[in-house]
């Protein structure tokens, strides 16, 4: 996705946040309330990332175990 105005009409505002410790494929992703982000698993065995989990803090713009 490209923000709005980069030769697109994308209405949604897009902003980079920070990456996840692990790259992903085919992973499970729930939200906890308006705060939180839980990824799961993985299909892919990139550093363990297909039986870790990480918490994504959406107000911080963090990830932790």
């Not at 209405?11 to 990456?19: N, R």
């Not at 892919?44 to 963090?62: G, R, T």
């Amino acid at each position: 996705l490209a923000a709005k105005g980069e030769g697109n009409n994308n209405p949604l505002p897009i902003s980079k946040k920070s990456s996840m410790k692990y790259g992903r494929h085919g992973h499970s992703v729930t939200a906890v309330r308006d705060r939180f982000l839980v990824v799961t698993g993985s299909r892919i065995e990139n550093k363990d990332a297909h039986s870790s989990c990480e918490f994504y803090n959406i107000d911080l713009d963090i990830w932790f175990d």
